[in-house]
C-alpha cells in the first residue's frame, strides 16, 4: 500500500510539473520576450504637452528644462521584424542655459526616449543636435528636430541602417508665433503648451 501511494504522489508531482512548464515553459517565455525592432517606424498622429521649467521669459531668470512628453499612433513599420505597433510614448528633455525667450532659438541637444505598445518591444532613445521652430499651413507654430543640417541617432529599436540618421520628429501647438512671442513677454510668460499634432519618424 505504502509503494501505492508513492507512486500516486510521484505521478501527481510530475502531472503538476508538466503542467507548470506547459505554462511557463519556452513558447509561454518567448510570448513576453523583449523583442529589438529592426528597421524603422513612423507615427503619423502626436499629441502631448512641452513643459519649461521655470518658463520661458523674454529676460531670462535663470537656467532652464524643457520637457516634452509625446503620445504617438497611427504607427507603421517598415523592413522591420516587428509588424504592429499600437502607439508609443515619447520623452525628450532639453536643457538650456537661459530661459530667454531668444534662447529658444539655439540649437540645444536634445535626448529621449521611446517605449512602445505591445510592451515587449526593447525601447528607443534617440539623440538630436538640436531643434528649430517650424509653422504650419494655419500658422501654429511647432518644433522640428533636429535642426536644419542637424544630427540624429538612435539605439535600441527602429535604428534602421544607418543608427537612425534620418530619424526626425515634428510638432505643433496651438498658438502662432505672434501668439506664443507675446505669452514670452507675458508677466507669467511660458510655462506649458499643448501640443495638438504633428509626427515622429525613427530608423
Known amino acids: 500500500m505504502d509503494r501505492v501511494r508513492r507512486l500516486l504522489v510521484v505521478g501527481v508531482a ?16 518567448a510570448k513576453h520576450r523583449v523583442v ?12 502631448g504637452s512641452i513643459t519649461f521649467s521655470p518658463p520661458v521669459h523674454h529676460v531670462a531668470t535663470g537656467p532652464e528644462t524643457q520637457t516634452f512628453s509625446f503620445h504617438a499612433s497611427g504607427c507603421t513599420t517598415r523592413k522591420s521584424n ?9 520623452s525628450y528633455s532639453v536643457h538650456r542655459p537661459n ?12 535626448t529621449g526616449s521611446g517605449t512602445w505598445t505591445p510592451r515587449w518591444i526593447h525601447a528607443t532613445t534617440a539623440s538630436f ?11 501654429d507654430v511647432g518644433f522640428t528636430v533636429p535642426n536644419t543640417n542637424g544630427t540624429a541617432r538612435t539605439t535600441g529599436s527602429f535604428t534602421g541602417g544607418d543608427h537612425g540618421a534620418r530619424s ?26 499643448i501640443v495638438t499634432g504633428g509626427t515622429a519618424h525613427f530608423g
Open 14 to 29: 510530475s502531472l503538476s510539473l508538466l503542467s507548470t512548464l506547459a505554462l511557463t515553459g519556452p513558447a509561454a517565455a
Open 168 to 193: 526626425t520628429a515634428t510638432i505643433y501647438i496651438n498658438m502662432t508665433a505672434l501668439q506664443f512671442r507675446d505669452a514670452c513677454l507675458s508677466p507669467a510668460g511660458v510655462a506649458r503648451q
Open 99 to 110: 530661459n530667454s525667450c531668444l534662447g529658444l532659438l539655439a540649437a540645444e541637444p536634445s
Open 82 to 90: 516587428v509588424r504592429s505597433v499600437t502607439s508609443g510614448y515619447l
Open 36 to 47: 529589438v525592432a529592426t528597421g524603422s517606424i513612423t507615427c503619423t498622429k502626436v499629441t
Open 129 to 139: 543636435s538640436g531643434f528649430t521652430f517650424v509653422d504650419n499651413t494655419t500658422g
